[in-house]
């Protein structure tokens, strides 16, 4: 009972009572609290007057609990500035002492020590062994094997019947290639595979009470397996990237079993969560734009522009938020220490400062990889290249094989609100 108790809290602290919060200040016109609340329905795209009315009220605008910011030059400014930081800066109070008689120990995308919330110094001696192992090289030698794992996904298709691509495809193809990242054998992979797609929300905000259990519930399961897993890897190292990370060591020292375990979850996790998003935002960019998809079919070069073009219309990430660690000055605007920043990625891919005619989708822009969908700064996302390159493969392995395929009616997009993608999207292919 003691323990239900506990995770009714936890829920309520991250989850419930920030909805409730946002909930209020929409209804009361509030800007950043419209974004969070409204970003849960409907498409990117109907989000483009928010974007629009934050950089029209300046650089930074102020709201009822935090700020926001859709213009380019202040989302860098922020997200590489020393006067913030990723997570919440704790200043004792009522809220705090629930939260730490709540807390469990318990691995996740958004506890320490994941590189998402870690900050100098940790975060630079951390960083720098698991960026040496997860290299653009080392992404690029996965390139063959995506492009078998996802031709291999479409020959288990009947392209005469309808086909629901983001189970079939869109989730299959960057989870299996995660599973082999993190040297999972063959006996283990479904059950990664469960794994991810139960913990990935665990990177958003206001979850139904279901689905923060199922969350829960998944990244304890998953804490469990990778410690066996671990071990296997140590007495059986392979030639994969979490045997080369378990081995990899900087003057002498390595990463910490806890430093391990949260890169493998962050891997599985964001890995999965950004492309599965990529993917499928991609299928409704092109059905909506067929005159974009045929000239990449004629013109296969433009592919990895392509893909950038669609995280910058379309990104996986809506927004990513910062707390000021001081008093601080942003674009002119004074910041007091403790305030919450929204930085607007999809807003930021949108500013006519830098895009021109930036609603408008078109693989051939010639600044598309200017967007920042994979952040800025010392929290840039790791798994940037293998984003890139699964989607450059998954998106050209599937349009080269149906060119034709069409999305059917039923096309459902996820109510998550910071995480933006697909939850269903039927297709025929032939």
Not at 46 to 66: C, E, M, N, Q, T
Not at 69 to 81: G, M, N, P, R
Not at 127 to 136: E, G, M, S, Y
Not at 228 to 248: C, F, I, Q, T, W
């Amino acid at each position: 009972m003691a323990n239900v108790l506990k995770q009714r809290v936890r829920w309520g602290l991250d989850h419930a009572l920030p909805r409730t919060v946002m909930s209020y200040a929409a209804k009361k016109g509030d800007l950043p609290g419209r974004l969070i609340i409204e970003s849960g329905i409907g498409e990117t795209a109907d989000l483009v007057d928010l974007f629009d009315a934050a950089r029209a009220s300046g650089p930074i605008h102020k709201g009822r609990f935090s700020f926001t910011t859709a213009t380019q030059a202040t989302v860098k400014e922020i997200l590489t500035s020393p006067d913030f930081r990723t997570g919440i800066v704790r200043t004792g109070g009522p809220f705090e002492k629930l939260r730490d008689w709540s807390d469990v120990a318990m691995l996740g995308p958004l506890t320490p020590p994941s590189l998402l919330v870690t900050e100098p110094p940790d975060h630079t001696r951390y960083r720098k062994l698991v960026t040496r192992v997860f290299t653009v090289r080392a992404v690029e030698q996965l390139r063959s094997r995506t492009e078998e794992i996802a031709n291999a996904l479409l020959d288990d298709l009947d392209p005469s019947r309808p086909v629901e691509l983001v189970e079939a495809y869109c989730a299959r193809l960057p989870l299996t290639v995660i599973t082999e990242i993190l040297g999972v054998g063959p006996q283990d992979q479904e059950r990664v595979l469960r794994f991810g797609t139960a913990a990935a929300p665990s990177l958003d905000l206001g979850l139904s009470w279901r689905s923060f259990r199922d969350v829960e519930a998944a990244l304890l399961d998953f804490d469990a397996w990778l410690a066996e897993h671990l071990d296997n890897l140590r007495a059986h190292p392979g030639d994969n990237l979490m045997s080369k990370l378990v081995a990899a060591k900087e003057e002498g020292v390595g990463l910490t079993d806890a430093e391990l375990k949260a890169t493998a979850g962050l891997v599985l996790a964001a890995g999965f969560e950004t492309t599965v998003n990529l993917l499928g935002n991609a299928i409704a960019l092109f059905d909506a734009h067929p005159d974009q998809l045929k000239r990449l079919l004629v013109e296969p070069g433009l592919w990895p522009n392509a893909v950038d073009e669609v995280l910058r219309i379309d990104p996986p990430v809506l927004l990513t938020g910062r707390m000021a660690v001081r008093d601080t000055t942003v674009a002119g605007v004074h910041v007091p220490e403790g305030a919450l920043v929204s930085t607007l990625l999809a807003g930021a891919n949108r500013d006519p400062e830098v895009f021109t005619d930036p609603n408008t989708f078109d693989v051939a822009r010639a600044n598309a990889g200017e967007h920042l969908s994979f952040s800025a700064g010392r929290h840039y996302c790791l798994g940037a290249s293998l984003a890139r390159m699964e989607g450059e493969v998954g998106l050209q392995v599937l349009y080269e094989r149906y060119p034709d395929l069409t999305l059917l009616s039923g096309a459902r997009r996820r109510t998550t609100r910071i995480l933006r993608g697909f939850d269903v999207l039927p297709a025929r292919l032939a």
